[in-house]
């Protein structure tokens, strides 16, 4: 089991690039979280996914959009990175309650 | 506002000693409780979590917690610390809708020699 990954592990984008951080698990969960990590504000919640087929914004959605595209993946884009995106990434999953994280993306936004 | 408050940033201690990481809860976050451990450059590990019962948890790594509902607390503690240790450590709560996590904004923890 590989549990959650994440592609790609680090990332270097220039203001106004688009891109797709990949996440998928292989614990046959219902739920998925993309959050963000920033020095001192700890992790805050993007979107979520609670099943195939639905998503739900969280605290911080702004400038992402997300796709759950099968049970096992869930994808979070960048249309027009800014500085401000400028963060580790992680996504997770869950059945009920406890949540596993994936290893993160490290995102530089010039 | 639904919120998790880990009261220090930063501990510092010497290999050996007791640690306690505080944290606290806001009365609209649900009592279901994390710690989360963070090593630099790493994701994150579950160390224990109350979901209900005994209100003194024990995790991995000799971590221990104790869930206090009248002081809405869930302090993470452990007898003797390693250099090992030194990590970030996550507080967090699942939110009264069930639907994520809320967390607190971490504790370093620097164990010294």
């Known amino acids: 089991n590989a549990g959650v990954t994440q592609t790609p592990k680090f990332q270097v984008l220039k203001t106004g690039q688009s891109m797709t951080l990949q996440c998928a698990q292989d614990m046959n969960h219902n739920s998925m979280y993309w959050y963000r990590q920033d020095p001192g504000m700890g992790l805050r919640l993007i979107y979520y996914s609670a099943s195939e087929g639905t998503t739900d914004k969280g605290e911080v959605p702004n400038g992402y959009n997300v796709s759950r595209l099968n049970k096992r993946e869930f994808s979070l884009r960048l249309e027009s990175a800014a500085p401000s995106q400028t963060s580790v990434y992680f996504c997770a999953s869950s059945e009920l309650i406890e949540q596993f994280f994936g290893p993160g993306t490290r995102l530089t936004v010039l | 506002a639904q919120s998790v408050t880990q009261l220090d940033s930063q501990v510092p201690v010497f290999e050996e000693a007791p640690v306690e990481l505080r944290c606290n809860y806001s009365?609209?976050?649900?009592?279901?409780l994390f710690w989360y451990v963070q090593y630099p450059n790493q994701g994150l590990q579950l160390l224990l979590k109350?979901?209900?019962?005994?209100?003194l948890v024990k995790g991995i790594n000799g971590f221990e917690a104790e869930f206090n509902k009248s002081q809405t607390s869930f302090h993470l503690r452990k007898p003797s610390v390693h250099i090992s240790d030194t990590a970030e450590y996550f507080c967090?709560?699942?939110?009264?809708?069930?639907?994520?996590?809320?967390f607190g904004k971490g504790t370093t923890l620097s164990v010294s020699s």
């Open positions: 967090a709560g699942l939110n009264q809708a069930g639907t994520a996590l809320i």
């Open positions: 009365s609209s976050v649900s009592v279901y």
């Open positions: 109350y979901l209900s019962g005994s209100t």
